[in-house]
């Protein structure tokens, strides 16, 4: 059986014979538009396909779409595209080798794989005219019907990798690649990145635990620990990142990128390289442009930060000073705020910075893309972690000087109340206020456990709810533009099963990777920024993301299209975020363990100002040198990936090294020495025997003349 | 008269010829050994010679030694040596294209350059046997009579040289490449970053003028503007390494070094990229031996400080509290401990490390370099930095509570004495200790001025006192072995005057880049950590370095042996060490301007250590965040060097694409589809007319339904 499994995963091309050879399907939405543009778009659609040469079959989507079927014409269409990628690959050094000049041996050697295959029919379809593609842009400009351009799921494929991953602990390297020849190396490199730090995490939910159990709270071996752990992971995923790159070969394909086609360029230039003329956009233009992202991220900050300061404060009056009427009601109030107005805030931010990022005009698709990423971390930084640095670093050292100034409404009686009656106790503060000590303990436990729990569920319940409500939305647009939707009668009976599985992954949603990545980080953050209030973290992440990894694997297969398989050579921006965590985990771990170590409890002793400063300053530094020598060492180990590249380099030269190589000296002594004062000095003595002598004469003479 | 310098300049392959077709010298000293061994290793060595295709001419060196003129003894045998190294560089990736198959003609298109000339023969002579070399060590081993191995210097050509550079500002690029023929990289990339500072010290030297005039002492926003200005040019420099490297073609030659002859191999395992057997070292025990630099790094650091705080003390003692008998004399006691006692306490530290580097076994000689450089920077650091960091950090603001204490041995009566009557004022001590705050101010203007005036007075006239020493030396060592020199007379008449002038080249010392490499770091680091202290240091680094630059270059004509053209890709381990000092620079900075910058005459007021920390924390952070923008900034900008390897490599490649495409696909139209279901699926519509009728009929139909 396992067998069986097996022969499925690693059979690329069956794949595609169980779709009846579709290699794309192209939902052309008319349903929103008026019939006579729909039929103009339609045309312009086949043409457009059928220019670039691919071959169409049309059904009924229903529901007021049409599914337009999409393969390469012939095999040698194809080939072709194959060669000519390869050979750009290797014009930009992405290949070491250039593919053979013999395309069919060329295949033979290197296998097409079917991610390979679907990224090729991909740019074919949405390559700008000018660059040898139909130019289909979904949603965009002319192509506004056009709801989506997808490859249709392997089933087959889908049911052996759900089934081997749920049924073994690890996910080898060999799952990964098979992964990648489905699904692109974008994808994979998610899985790649989720395994290795999943085992990772194996070594950090022991520490975590033995800490936990064994050493005191807020423990300062924990804390060093947990962040050299950090520094290793992160140095290793860094070498893991470009060793993955080189053995699945797109080592600097990031460099490789489509162009955008909203990007706009400033002149035509003579390109110094290719000397084609390409669109132009200065440099130094965008750069300036790019200065505006500080004054942004900073505002966008204040902002967040400013927010959540003010609801904390409100919880805090709420949950521990206030004692009035509705209290009960009330202690949700916070809540409420912070779920509905921080999506408002984010998703203006988030707005603000797609025009930022627009205004940045990148040339290609990745670029555009980190550029973003990186705006909206500085959201997911803020509202993932800014509620647990107020507790740890105000709220509880300051909580008590804070809060009995937190009333400022004067809606609690003063603590005077206390000497009144047993009876008055509802207007009644606490004699006292002390700081809650648990509180910080609690929301990392909450942040760690609870939360994560919940993203889980919700990232399996969310595509379900959308997908439903998106297809009663699709039925008003439909009723409002007098489609009537088919209900797949006219379906030839030996299609129909066929149809109704394109029609229902046509309606999945869009699996994006940044959400999953992103999710990951900001998971990572919470470990090297709090697990010394919590150690068991570490315990709670593993156990979450064996689930999660496997729960992403049938994400992709049941909830989501399938994912055109787009290349990448890193996961991209999210590095260096994860440097960063870990550098602010540094940061955030002496700040803590010198606040709260001694403390019982969790209550911080007497602190200064200076020697807060002075355990960051120190163990920030220490950091930095670990971070230098981890990197250092392992710059020193060789790493298959490298090796296998620099063998590769080695072997196309020493290639054309042994075709070329008859060149040798033939030996005409003396022949170089000619004539005049030149040939005078070097006539002297002849060959070695000449030279001998006269050196023994030398020295002879000298001991000599002292005999003498 | 400008225009025959420059042909001279622009000559490559005169010089050879007016040193009479020598292309080395091996400088064989007999005169510190016996007969018997001395004719025996004489017989080996031009027969090792002879074997590698090497001419040898002797003659007689005079004062116990033997001057055996080297070269190579065909033009083809070079020709193929020459092109042998090219095909390396190729191999190894220094070079993008390989070389012509046919080697007259790639010798044709690529001339070879005099230093590419010398330094092929440099590695037939000194390569080991088993690499095609002659393997002779210089002063090791089997060779220990060969005193030195040297081209001769092209006189003309200095003489054009010194006369070009001493009479233009600048010094061009193309007077660099010039250099660069002639002596290699490794001595072009020196004088390359000297001019590349020299312009950026004219921005340095105009801020600072405008502080010291303008700006009250210890301005804050001249330190940022200093720290700014490190910055930049350490991010601009690591640039034009790059750029410099590429132009010059021996990017990545640093990979590329020759193997270190002292190298102890553990085992011989085959290479698994070229499958050659070669020596092997593991890289983790390397890893383990080199982490002993750690404790090494520190040791010697305490030790040095140690020495420094100690004899700061007494100097302060002396000079400021003391007051009793033989004062004049005893203040001259500091300098004269410290004169004699660091350099035994470095030379001891040296040896340790140079122990420890050997340990360390090194593949090749720049790894072995660059570690052995990196652990002397300890020991430059400290001994250039630390009295400067006492007086600022130690001396100024403690001074009024140590140095009361320092009269240890009661040597200053209590201040009472004063009381007593204008008479006993000899054992007087001041009434209360005022700490001199000028002192800092000097000490930075000594280290600024006066050290740098006297380092390049001695820099002249050392070599010229070591020669009149080591003249002396062996003229006693040739009397104790029984050998009186000759003096000259037994000449041929013709040769005389050339014999007398390699005889006198033969004297001159080893002209070593690091020192000069070191001296320029150094100086960097006094701007960057000090210069807040007195702004006009960079108006004096660049008086200073204006005259450096010739006089350096006036060093290698006249006071040093010509040095071996050796490659390199960059200026090694110094860039890190520029960073490094950047890096420092906005720590004490930060100090200094907080403890000195609202101070009258550069007393500091009231400080507190936090206020002290949260400046360096601060201003480290500003460091970072800035060096991260510069350096995204600068990454961003296209650099010519870079831009001409993109160029090459695209070129290369561009070629064989054209070479080998003739590939292309014929219109072969649905030559894919074949039979059974998939074919029934793919056969309904015909062509892109069938697809839109298809299309049409859809979109119809459900419009239709509505209309019905």
Redesign the interface.
Same mark, same amino acid.
């Given at each position: 059986m396992a067998d069986t499994d097996d022969a499925i995963l690693s059979a690329p091309v069956a794949a595609v !014979?169980s779709n009846?050879?579709v290699e794309y399907v192209i939902s /052309?939405r008319?349903?929103g538009s008026d019939?006579e543009k729909?039929?103009a778009q /339609?045309?312009k659609l086949?043409?457009a396909?059928?220019n670039v040469?691919l071959? @169409?079959?049309?059904?009924?989507?229903a529901n007021?779409n049409?599914l337009? /079927?999409v393969?390469?014409?012939?095999?040698?269409?194809l080939?072709?595209?194959v060669?000519r990628s390869r050979?750009k690959d290797?014009?930009h050094?992405v290949r070491a080798a !250039?593919p053979d #000049?013999e395309?069919q041996r060329s295949l033979a050697g290197e296998p097409l794989t079917e991610a390979e295959r679907l990224r090729i029919v991909w740019q074919l379809i949405t390559l700008p005219e000018s660059e040898g593609g139909a130019g289909i842009t979904p949603k965009q400009g002319d192509w506004k019907l056009i709801e989506s351009v997808f490859p249709l799921h392997d089933h087959e494929f889908n049911k052996a990798w759900m089934k081997k991953w749920s049924t073994t602990w690890t996910v080898s390297p060999e799952e990964l690649e098979k992964l990648r020849d489905r699904f692109g190396e974008k994808v994979a490199f998610y899985f790649a990145f989720l395994q290795s730090y999943l085992s990772f995490l194996i070594a950090a939910a022991a520490i975590g635990a033995s800490a936990f159990f064994l050493l005191p709270a807020y423990s300062l071996a924990f804390a060093v620990t947990n962040c050299l752990w950090s520094v290793v992971f992160v140095e290793h995923w860094k070498r893991q990142e470009v060793d993955l790159a080189v053995r699945w070969g797109v080592r600097n394909v990031s460099s490789l990128q489509n162009r955008r086609a909203q990007f706009v360029h400033e002149k035509e230039v003579e390109d =110094?390289?290719?000397c084609e003329v390409v669109k132009f956009f200065p !440099?130094?233009k965008?750069?300036a442009r790019q200065s505006l992202q500080v004054p942004f991220a900073l505002g966008a900050s204040a902002i967040l930060s400013a927010l959540y300061a003010s609801v904390f404060a409100v919880e805090i009056f709420l949950s521990e000073v206030y004692n009035g009427p509705f209290k009960s009601v009330l202690v949700f109030l916070p809540a409420t705020i912070l779920s509905t107005l921080v999506p408002v805030f984010t998703s203006i931010l988030t707005k603000i910075a797609k025009m930022l990022t627009d205004f940045e005009n990148y040339e290609n698709e990745s670029s555009y893309d980190a550029a973003m990423i990186q705006k909206v971390f500085v959201f997911n930084f803020i509202c993932s972690y800014v509620p647990l640095f107020l507790t740890a670093f105000i709220y509880v050292p300051f909580g008590n000087y804070i809060v009995p100034h937190l009333d400022i409404l004067g809606l609690v009686t003063p603590s005077e109340s206390t000497l009144d009656s047993d009876s008055s106790h509802i207007f009644e503060a606490p004699a006292v206020f002390q700081v809650n000590p648990d509180r910080l303990k609690k929301q990392v436990i909450y942040f760690t456990v609870t939360a994560q729990v919940v993203s889980l569920a919700l990232e399996t319940l969310v595509p379900f709810l959308k997908r439903k409500i998106f297809r009663k939305a699709k039925e008003y647009q439909n009723a409002r533009h007098?489609?009537? =939707?088919?209900d797949g009668l006219?379906d030839?009976p030996?299609?129909r099963a /066929?149809l109704t599985r394109v029609r229902n992954e046509a309606e999945l949603g869009l699996y994006d990777v940044e959400t999953d990545l992103r999710e990951m980080c900001v998971q990572f953050g919470y470990l090297t920024l709090f697990s010394p209030v919590w150690p068991l973290a570490a315990v709670s992440f593993l156990i979450n993301n064996w689930i999660e990894l496997r729960s992403d694997a049938a994400k992709i297969c049941v909830e989501m299209r399938r994912p055109v398989p787009h290349r990448a050579d890193s996961i991209g921006p999210w590095l260096n975020n994860l440097g960063f965590l870990s550098w602010m985990g540094s940061i955030s771990s002496a700040a803590l363990i010198y606040l709260f170590s001694d403390s019982a409890a969790g209550m911080p002793h007497s602190l @200064?100002?200076?020697g807060i400063?002075?355990a960051?300053?120190f163990s920030e530094h220490i950091y930095f040198a670990t971070t230098y020598a981890v990197r250092m060492?392992m710059g020193?180990?060789?790493s298959p990936g490298l090796?296998q590249e620099?063998?590769e380099?080695?072997l196309v030269?020493?290639r054309?090294?042994e075709e070329?190589?008859g060149?040798?000296? #033939?030996?005409? =002594?003396?022949? #170089?020495?000619t004539i005049g004062?030149?040939g005078?000095?070097?006539g002297?003595?002849h060959?070695?025997k000449g !030279?001998?002598d006269?050196?023994?004469r030398?020295?002879?003479?000298?001991?000599e003349?002292?005999?003498q």
């Open positions: !014979a009846l050879g /052309f008319f349903g019939r729909a039929e /339609f045309e086949i043409r396909l059928d040469g071959r @169409t079959e049309v059904r009924d989507g007021g049409a337009v /079927f393969r390469v014409r012939s095999e040698q269409k080939i072709g595209e060669y050979v290797w014009l050094g !250039a #000049k395309t =110094p390289v290719t !440099a130094w965008r750069l007098g489609v009537v =939707p088919s006219t030839d030996a299609e /066929f @200064t100002l200076w400063l002075t960051i300053l060492a020193k180990l060789e090796l620099r063998r380099r080695f030269r020493r054309f090294l070329s190589l060149v040798d000296e #033939k030996t005409e =002594p003396d022949q #170089k020495v004062k030149e005078e000095f070097w002297k003595q060959g070695a !030279a001998m006269a050196g023994k030398i020295i002879g003479a000298t001991y003349k002292k005999e």
